[in-house]
């Protein structure tokens, strides 16, 4: 085959793909969806729990639904799992030549539920657990009445390091659940953790 043809051939597959990536949930509707057997799932939530993304400190999502597309690809929404708690996210996943291969990330938009909060209080560096020794660094939270809250703050536009700590502030986000074994609450004394979108100074 000559190099023309291959290069045509790369061109088109690349294509493919990028238009099956460009959107999680383009092809999400009711006449796409497939029945998944109960194998696929089963290697789905496998590949699932062990997926990894050091961009978004990812170790794992744990699987709540699986759906099968009309192109052969899978929707999987679930809990991701990072060192600071969890967030609903979705993988769009497709098998190629026997192997998972990944077509797009999404972090879920959160839902205006009662986990949606808004709060006001003292900008802060978290405590450190126990009575061992103290570092100097400054992990960001917020004190809400004698409570320490992490804040996430990947999801604000401005960077929190502009603000003093003392001050006060005005904080939206989204209350996440925190672990007993994840490495906020192993090394800082914390009540629970806000993944913020807005941070204001009042």
């Not at 536009?157 to 986000?173: S, Y």
Request: glycine share 10%.
């Amino acid at each position: 085959m000559n190099k023309g043809l291959l290069a045509a051939a790369g061109t088109v597959l690349v294509l493919l793909i990028g238009g099956l990536g460009y959107s999680i949930y383009s092809l999400n509707t009711p006449e796409n969806l497939n029945p998944v057997a109960s194998e696929i799932e089963e290697e789905i939530r496998a590949f699932a729990s062990s997926y990894s993304s050091t961009t978004d400190s990812i170790s794992g999502i744990e699987v709540t639904r699986v759906e099968g597309m009309a192109d052969d690809s899978y929707i999987v929404e679930g809990e991701a799992q990072t060192p600071g708690g969890s967030y609903p996210a979705t993988l769009r996943l497709l098998k190629v030549d026997g192997q998972w291969t990944v077509l797009g990330f999404e972090k879920s938009q959160a839902s205006p539920t009662s986990n949606q909060v808004t709060v006001e209080g003292t900008w802060e560096c978290l405590p450190h657990r126990g009575n061992g020794p103290q570092t100097d660094e400054c992990a960001f939270g917020v004190l809400l009445d004698g409570a320490h809250f992490a804040v996430g703050t990947e999801h604000v536009t401005h960077d929190p390091v502009e603000l003093a700590v003392g001050a006060r502030v005005r904080i939206v986000g989204v209350m996440v659940p925190i672990y007993e074994d994840s490495v906020a609450t192993l090394k800082y004394s914390i009540n629970g953790i806000i993944d913020a979108t807005s941070i204001q100074k009042i």
